[in-house]
Nanobody, 122 residues
């Protein structure tokens, strides 16, 4: 199974931007749907965005117009460009190859990477 490595997080101020990267390791996910999730302190992991292998994208309502997901199949990497960050965007961001099962984006791998921490100060 393809493993993923997230990177690009950091500590920023409200209104700033960050670009997260999700690199495939030990394989390729060029034919997979790849999603971003985030887990805020004390909360469950939640869906943020997904990109299909044909580059169709979906976003959770709270990030629409601010976040953009993209993929570079040559580099085997998926990106999440996050603009106009808000304190409520704080959390650990994870990526995963996913399937849509029963209306829910489900991690195909069953396990999660280390994630990358995003902290937005007000």
């Amino acid at each position: 199974q393809v493993q993923v490595v997230e990177s690009g997080g950091g500590l920023v101020q409200a209104g700033d931007s960050l670009r997260l990267s999700c690199a495939a390791s030990g394989g390729t996910f060029n034919r997979d749907m790849v999603a971003w999730f985030r887990q805020a302190p004390g909360k469950e992991r939640q869906f943020v965005s997904v990109i299909t292998w044909t580059k169709i994208t979906y976003y959770t309502d709270s990030v629409k117009g601010r976040f953009t997901v993209s993929r570079d199949n040559v580099k085997n990497t998926v990106y999440l460009q996050m603009n106009n960050l808000k304190p409520e965007d704080t959390g650990i961001y994870y990526c995963a190859t996913v399937d849509l099962i029963g209306g829910t984006w489900s991690n195909r791998n069953g396990s999660w990477g280390q994630g990358t921490q995003v902290t937005v100060s007000s």
